[in-house]
């Protein structure tokens, strides 16, 4: 007998209280460990309320415990996992001299593994924190915190990739965000929810024939970590598969050249260090080991010497090519299929790198439900064949 749809959101629930219940259990960090506790009562509450009927109060509760109790703790008594201070103190470098890395850092807490453009999202922090003094009231603290930022990034990006779809309301997008998927990073950590939010972007641009916004959306995804090449191939795919050649080379144009406007003056200023901390840092070649060592199989490759490293790079280097042929041969034209594409590419990424963690699959995860959220209309949901007349008409909206 098929499970009713209220037996089907009660064992979700109960499912996503047991994870978050793993943290308190095994984590040894602070911020996980809370974000256990809070998110597991929510949950429970969450899975209660839908046995007896109440969908809506068990979102709310899902949100409360699993994302606001959490997170205004977490930002208030200015816990969080290492990245937000990363980010922050990256803004107040960035304010004071220009520059965006400690040169010649001696510990895992002073490396940056980010592009420049990450540095942005830690400046309300430097300059609240210039006009009212460090720490400051709680105001200051909540404004200046940069989960708040990563946060604002990502709704803002995914609501204008919705609106370009013309999509309607889905009760996914609340259920998403409640999700561990979206509200562990929220509340701890945040660095991840900018790229996907702007992945999300460049694909519903790209879907609905915008590539000058699907390239402007990718620059700024590129400009925070260099894992977001993966969303330029599939984007340009889709544009040329839907909108032709013109499109795509725009929107390849378009990232370039705001990339370059955005990484260049960084990387000049600091070679070397943009080098050792943005890209051997997090392949596990720089001088301090990557804390970002998840048993996944790239990292267990890798610890078997140099050879183990050479090889799990060379496995990462075939994924690719494959994830590349098969937008050549097969290339996606839905917001669907570019999204689960993209999620594929990343996910072998994320499995097959030197140094990797199992929270880094909550992107791809995110890409794809986000993706199911959206309901376009006809004219948005699918490229359809190229005719003279589509061009025409094409070209006027994307001029």
Do not use: N
Not at 47 to 57: C, D, E, F, I, W
Not at 221 to 227: E, F, P
């Amino acid at each position: 007998m098929t499970p009713s749809p209220a037996a089907r959101w009660t064992a979700g629930w109960l499912l996503a209280a047991v994870w978050a219940l793993s943290f308190p259990l095994f984590s040894s960090l602070g911020p996980h460990r809370l974000w256990g506790w809070c998110a597991a009562a929510g949950y429970l509450a969450a899975a209660a309320a839908t046995a007896l009927g109440h969908r809506r109060a068990a979102l709310g509760a899902a949100l409360l415990g699993a994302v606001a109790l959490p997170l205004l703790y977490l930002v208030l008594t200015g816990q969080g996992q290492s990245e937000v201070g990363v980010i922050e103190r990256s803004g107040r470098l960035l304010l004071d001299s220009g520059r965006l890395y400690v040169d010649q850092p001696a510990g895992v807490e002073e490396y940056t593994p980010y592009l420049p453009g990450m540095a942005l999202l830690g400046l309300p922090r430097a300059l609240l924190d210039g006009a009212f003094g460090p720490g400051g009231g709680w105001a200051v603290r909540l404004l200046g915190d940069a989960r708040i930022w990563c946060a604002a990034a990502l709704f803002a990006a995914t609501w204008a990739g919705r609106r370009m779809l013309g999509a309607a309301p889905s009760p996914l997008l609340p259920v998403l965000v409640a999700s561990p998927v979206v509200a562990l990073p929220l509340a701890v950590s945040g660095v991840d929810l900018p790229l996907a939010g702007l992945c999300c972007l460049a694909l519903a641009a790209a879907v609905s024939g915008r590539p000058a916004v699907a390239g402007a959306a990718l620059a700024a995804a590129c400009a925070l970590k260099w894992t977001a090449l993966p969303a330029v191939a599939v984007a340009v795919a889709v544009l040329a598969a839907g909108r032709g050649a013109r499109a795509a080379v725009r929107c390849a144009g378009v990232t370039a050249l705001g990339t370059a406007a955005l990484v260049l003056p960084g990387a000049l200023l600091q070679p070397a260090e943009l080098w050792r901390q943005v890209f051997a840092f997090p392949t596990g070649r720089a001088a301090v080991a990557t804390p970002a060592s998840s048993p996944l199989p790239g990292h267990l490759l890798s610890g078997l010497g140099s050879w183990g490293w050479y090889l799990t790079v060379a496995l990462l280097v075939l994924g690719g090519l494959g994830v590349g042929i098969s937008l050549l041969v097969r290339p996606p034209r839905t917001v669907v299929a570019a999204a689960d594409r993209l999620a594929l590419g990343l996910t072998l990424a994320f499995l097959l790198a030197p140094a990797g963690r199992f929270g880094y699959l909550a992107l791809p995860l995110l890409l794809v439900v986000w993706a199911r959220s959206t309901t376009p209309g006809p004219a948005a949901s699918r490229i359809v064949a190229r005719s003279r007349p589509h061009r025409r008409r094409a070209g006027s909206r994307t001029s």
